[in-house]
Nanobody, 126 residues
């Protein structure tokens, strides 16, 4: 069974940066595309960024393009979300997820992901 554990969340001022990490164990990490999602209070979970198994393809939600970057290190079984120019509206619980099916092009649909971490809170103050 694949387990995902996020870290790196916290409180940051607007305009600041954070790096989220998601460590995987229990499976063949390089075979999965990986995604980051977020959920703010009272809102639905939404796609943030995704990366293919071999890092050849990345996808971003429009609201983070140019500010966030997703990367992975298959040797360390870890995927990262580098977040710059943070805004108060980026406040949410951020979760990583693994998808066994869409290796080459990460899905933006939460239901297509097989494995989920517990999430890490990101709070951006104004």
């Amino acid at each position: 069974q694949v387990q995902l554990v996020e870290s790196g969340g916290g409180l940051v001022q607007a305009g600041g940066s954070l790096r989220l990490s998601c460590a995987a164990s229990g499976g063949t990490f390089s075979r999965y595309s990986m995604g980051w999602f977020r959920q703010a209070p009272g809102k639905e979970r939404e796609f943030v960024a995704g990366i293919s198994g071999g890092s050849t393809y990345t996808k971003y939600a429009d609201f983070v393009k140019g500010r966030f970057r997703i990367a992975r290190d298959n040797a360390k079984n870890t995927v990262y979300l580098l977040m710059n120019s943070l805004k108060p509206e980026d406040t949410a619980v951020y979760s990583c997820a693994g998808d066994r099916t869409h290796y080459s092009i990460p899905s933006t649909t939460p239901g297509e992901y097989d494995y989920w971490g517990q999430g890490t809170q990101v709070t951006v103050s104004s």
